[in-house]
């Protein structure tokens, strides 16, 4: 008898810790491709538009991931034209490019979509205002796909972080070893999210919708993706570095608690953040474990693997 065809999964972002994540837990749901810059046989940029429908067009995929982002929050300041294509004018491309194939994109994007003045979390319908660069770009990304008409899932997420890559985790626990005080901005409050668990929730989302063209188009929409509870920058350091020094020697003495006047950046970040997951869980069924326990568990596997 002829075997079924294997469904084909299209990962865009290269080896970014999203990215790296969803390939190893797509893999058990069908044949992973992933693509970045310089990947080989296939490559795609989202800086270069044009690389993006025949590329859609000749793999022909079932689902579309794109991890990939122009994440530098305060580069994007003044790379303007690049954050816009990479946010903004690609993810279009690529949900046009979903509708001719007819694939299910999923699309992630960003807490900065708004503007942090609220005081309770932020549900999907809730108003956007980006204060950046940066949360305009991924905005007017999640906008494009809307107005291109194929079936997606946009999944906003918060403070992403995980054992590789460039992220907070990873420099917080580099300034540990060398620094004896550590200045953590303390008025920012948010919800730090492992990359290993958004990679996890994409696939239980994704192994329930399968190939059903029809709940595609029914679960069609935003959703908001992050960890259980809420942090600010420096309880999120004192966290990291509480759970360090039990496992290697660190030079810091102090984490002192700093406003964000005292740490001005280019970019105006949201003070207040935090995401109301509970239409993915009404939805899908997935809620994401309190922050504290996955920063427990990455740091165990950081641990691990420096033994």
């Known amino acids: 008898m002829p075997t079924e065809p294997t469904r084909r999964i299209l990962i865009l972002g290269g080896d970014g810790q999203v990215a790296w994540e969803l390939r190893r837990s797509l893999a058990t749901l069908g044949e992973v491709i992933a693509v970045g810059r310089r990947t080989t046989p296939h490559a795609l940029d989202l800086e270069q538009p044009e690389s993006i429908t025949p590329l859609i067009?000749?793999?022909?995929?079932?689902?579309?991931?794109?991890?990939?982002?122009?994440?530098?929050?305060?580069?994007?300041?003044?790379?303007?034209?690049?954050?816009?294509?990479?946010?903004?004018?690609?993810?279009?491309?690529?949900?046009?490019?979903?509708?001719?194939?007819?694939?299910?994109?999923?699309?992630?994007?960003?807490?900065?979509?708004?503007?942090?003045?609220?005081?309770?979390?932020?549900?999907?319908d809730d108003t956007p205002n980006p204060q950046g660069v940066y949360g305009r770009t991924k905005l007017d990304g999640e906008r494009a796909i809307d107005s291109a008409g194929c079936d997606y899932l946009i999944l906003r997420t918060a403070w992403v972080y995980g054992a590789r890559g460039q992220n907070f985790l990873r420099t917080l626990r580099r300034l540990a070893r060398e620094r004896e005080e550590l200045r953590v901005v303390a008025d920012q409050r948010g919800a730090?999210?492992?990359?290993?668990?958004?990679?996890?929730?994409?696939?239980?989302?994704?192994?329930?919708?399968?190939d059903d063209r029809a709940a595609w188009h029914t679960k069609t929409g935003i959703y908001h993706l992050t960890s259980a509870g809420e942090a600010t920058w420096h309880a999120f350091a004192e966290a990291i570095v509480e759970h360090q020094r039990r496992h290697e020697p660190v030079k810091v003495a102090k984490i002192t608690a700093i406003g964000t006047a005292d740490y001005p950046t280019p970019a105006k970040r949201p003070a207040y953040s935090v995401l109301d997951n509970g239409k993915l869980a009404a939805t899908f069924g997935?809620?994401?474990?309190?922050?504290?326990?996955?920063?427990?568990?990455?740091?165990?596997?950081?641990?691990?693997?420096i033994a």
């Open 57 to 124: 067009e000749a793999l022909r995929p079932t689902w579309i991931v794109n991890a990939a982002a122009h994440t530098a929050v305060d580069k994007a300041e003044t790379e303007v034209e690049a954050a816009t294509r990479i946010n903004a004018t690609g993810p279009g491309l690529l949900a046009q490019a979903a509708g001719r194939v007819g694939a299910l994109l999923v699309h992630y994007s960003t807490d900065y979509v708004f503007d942090g003045s609220g005081t309770q979390p932020y549900c999907e």
């Open 192 to 210: 730090p999210t492992w990359s290993r668990h958004i990679a996890e929730a994409t696939t239980q989302i994704l192994a329930q919708l399968g």
């Open 286 to 305: 997935v809620r994401l474990p309190d922050w504290r326990e996955a920063l427990r568990q990455v740091q165990e596997d950081i641990d691990a693997n």
